[in-house]
């Protein structure tokens, strides 16, 4: 399908850049999993105008009903990929389905979601612990490696890392995605197991992992990826380099290296204040709508 802008990412800054962006008059979709949001399921408070405690699954239903009172749609879908297509951006889907767009808006955020089970920090830093299965793929040729996570992220690359490694399990209790990318994932020789990871174990490495269903899984590697992919990754599609702290360089316009790609919110740097993320994306919203505009003419 066609838009003038894709945000990517259901946040405060992806909903809040929607909302400027649809104000404009210019057709906009944003793509992602609201519950994915740091604040889903969270409170919070130090934002002007809410003088109380504020549940931010409430701040993002309500945003999101903002977004569609204004024109604008929320496809609730993890992006897999992104490229350049001349002027405009395509934006493949986990359904299958591609966005193309006139301006991107990249809202994610940067935060790598920790397991939080024994072993996972003993063993990050290259002791068989990453979260990154692109970056650290060759280190794992030949030997049997696990993928954590029941995300469009963690099936991809489950499925990429079998062209690396001897075996590819794909470890979650649930799988939130779309079963195309399941049935992929097997035909590449994935194997499924439907269980939760208690504890990562090894002596100076990775060695193993004991699951909740009792099972104890002998390999070499386990790979972390509890959510879609996030801004910095998907920038480097674009080859847009990230800083040495993972933040997207922006100007005052919240523009990128690449004409027509906008950043907005964590993924820019600190202050990680919702207040930050909130006037970013309105600056991001208008400025890629403005974009978006003269694509067309």
């Not at 395509?90 to 955020?109: C, F, P």
């Not at 820019?268 to 890629?288: D, L, N, S």
């Amino acid at each position: 399908m066609d838009t003038d802008v894709a945000i990517i990412g259901a946040g405060p800054a992806g909903l809040q850049a929607a909302i400027h962006s649809a104000r404009k008059k210019v057709d906009t979709i944003v793509i992602g999993k609201p519950r994915n949001s740091a604040i889903h399921g969270t409170e919070f408070e130090n934002y002007v105008g809410l003088p109380n405690i504020m549940s931010g699954t409430d701040f993002l239903m309500n945003g999101i009903e903002q977004v569609r009172s204004f024109g604008g749609r929320l496809l609730e879908q993890n992006v897999l990929s992104l490229s350049r297509d001349g002027e405009r951006f395509r934006i493949s889907l986990e359904d299958g389905d591609e966005v193309i767009a006139k301006a991107l808006v990249l809202a994610t955020g940067t935060t790598r979601v920790k397991l939080g089970v024994p072993g996972e920090s003993k063993f990050a830093n290259g002791k068989g612990v990453s979260y990154c299965a692109v970056c650290d793929c060759n280190f794992y040729r030949g030997k049997v490696v696990a993928l954590v996570g029941g995300q469009s992220e963690a099936v991809v690359d489950a499925e990429f890392m079998t062209r690396y490694a001897s075996k590819v399990y794909l470890i979650s209790p649930r799988f939130d995605t779309d079963a195309k990318l399941l049935d992929a994932a097997e035909k590449a020789g994935v194997t499924r197991v439907e269980a939760a990871v208690e504890e990562i174990l090894g002596e100076t490495r990775v060695t193993s992992v004991r699951l909740s269903n009792g099972d104890v899984l002998e390999l070499d590697g386990v790979f972390i990826e509890l959510g879609g992919k996030s801004s910095v990754d998907l920038a480097m599609e674009l080859d847009i380099m990230p800083e040495m702290d993972d933040s997207l360089k922006v100007d005052r316009g919240c523009a990128t290296a690449v004409a027509g790609v906008f950043a907005c919110g964590d993924i820019t740097g600190k202050p990680w204040q919702v207040a930050k993320a909130v006037g970013e994306g309105c600056i991001a919203g208008m400025a890629a709508a403005d974009h978006a505009r003269k694509v067309s003419e």
